[in-house]
């Protein structure tokens, strides 16, 4: 039923789940809710997710939930063979690191051929085969949830063209998701991945930063923090000078790529670093991405410049003349394919919408005729997913006086 890569790694990956489920009580909590109420009852989602300990608790909590689950990567390079093997005991996982395009999307239609309710993302592919090829099966669909920046996009595009056939919840957006897992889960996903793959020395290191976005802002701020001179490059104003005044150095990439020693992408577009940067790059340079897909690099067109070797894994070194420039995951999110991705307590609000956006569907969604566009995580979901942390994290906080609240209500009160 399953496609993995081997079924013996079942007893470690069930170890790291069982670690990535005590540091994410929020979902735990979530879990229990569902085990007792099955909210998910005669549902069934299909999931096209980075297969990782994290993930596999997200899935326990649907399957808890009484939802039918299958589980597919949404990346080559991100999934956790051990974690896919631990999970394909418990419901349908279709997951092998490394698998080349032809069987990366023959594991995404095989995840579809359950004909979902659900579609839950991570870069728009499940909703994207599915209204192009496996358009026999959106009639089943309930609603779509997607999870990353790069996915919203697409289907905001989709649904401007009037080609969206069903609603999507955009969990990225919500507060609760991108500020946490984006900035922070980015932030410290990416350093680890940089340092895993290479040992490289952070401190004095100048390192261009290409987009200020979330994932952006949350590296700089971590490579900020271990030392590097970080200079930031953005085609958006606005956020650029937020760079400049956060007091990292603005400047065009073809400036940039004169001084750094380490690029990284967090954008969402293609062609950022080129050949023509490379040209102009010193020694040794290193390039890594960490958006969702693998074109913010232009990987091949930079290989056809000399001879490539991997140096080490996940470490490609390319030969420009006398010159070496070193390539990190093949371009491909560097946080995922040389280290574990984010930290599990920050998934765990990720995963917490993730879980109860699923609930609303089934819920709430069902049977509606709902308009086919992209909508925001409901505002409630949010607020008890950030109470829920907070308790979990021992924290308190004030609440408003009856006057306070009388007074935020009203307009009459002034000097
Ligand atoms: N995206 C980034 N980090 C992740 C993780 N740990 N699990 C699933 N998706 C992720």
Not at 93 to 110: M, P, Q
Not at 133 to 150: D, P
Not at 223 to 234: L, P
Request: charged share 25%; with cysteine; hydrophobic share 40%.
């Amino acid at each position: 039923m399953s496609k993995i890569k081997d079924a013996s790694l079942a007893t470690q990956g069930l170890a790291k789940i069982e670690w990535a489920s005590r540091e994410m009580p929020v979902l735990n909590e979530i879990r229990k809710r569902f085990e007792k109420e099955k909210p998910l009852k005669g549902i069934r989602i299909a999931a096209c997710l980075h297969v990782t300990k994290e993930t596999a608790v997200l899935m326990r909590t649907l399957k808890a939930g009484g939802a039918e689950v299958a589980l597919c990567g949404s990346n080559p390079l991100s999934t956790q063979d051990d974690v896919a093997a631990a999970l394909a005991k418990e419901m349908p996982v279709f997951a092998i690191r490394g698998i080349d395009s032809k069987g990366y999307y023959e594991c995404l239609n095989s995840t579809l051929d359950t004909k979902p309710h659900i579609t839950m993302d991570d870069g728009a592919d499940l909703i994207n085969t599915l209204h192009s090829k496996r358009r026999e099966l959106i009639g089943n669909v309930i609603a779509g949830q997607e999870e990353t920046t790069t996915g919203v996009i697409r289907l905001k595009a989709m649904a401007a063209e009037g080609k969206l056939e069903y609603p999507v919840i955009a969990v990225n957006d919500t507060p609760t998701k991108h500020l946490f897992d984006n900035r922070y889960g980015t932030g410290q996903s990416t350093l680890d991945g940089i340092i895993r793959a290479t040992d490289t020395l952070i401190a004095g290191k100048n390192f261009v930063v290409a987009g200020y976005g979330w994932c952006g802002r949350g590296f700089a701020m971590r490579a900020r923090g271990m030392g590097a001179k970080v200079i930031v490059t953005e085609i958006d104003e606005v956020k650029a000078l937020e760079a400049h005044m956060d007091g990292f150095r603005v400047m065009p990439m073809k400036e940039a790529a004169k001084i750094g020693d380490v690029f990284v992408t967090a954008t969402g577009c293609k062609d950022v670093v080129t050949v023509e940067h490379v040209k102009l790059m010193k020694m040794g340079a290193i390039l890594a991405n960490t958006g969702h897909f693998d074109v913010e690099v232009a990987v091949k067109e930079i290989r056809s410049l000399g001879k490539t070797r991997e140096i080490r894994p996940e470490v490609e070194e390319v030969s420009v003349g006398e010159k070496k420039i070193y390539i990190l995951a093949g371009g491909r999110l560097v946080n995922l394919a040389c280290a574990s991705g984010h930290p599990s307590e920050v998934m765990d609000m990720s995963f917490s919408d993730q879980a109860l956006c699923s609930e609303y569907i089934a819920k709430e969604m069902k049977g509606k005729n709902l308009e086919k566009k992209v909508y925001d995580v409901p505002a409630k979901i949010d607020a008890e997913v950030a109470k829920l942390k907070l308790k979990a994290f021992g924290v308190s906080i004030d609440k408003l006086t009856p006057e306070q609240e009388k007074y935020l209500n009203s307009w009459s009160e002034g000097t």
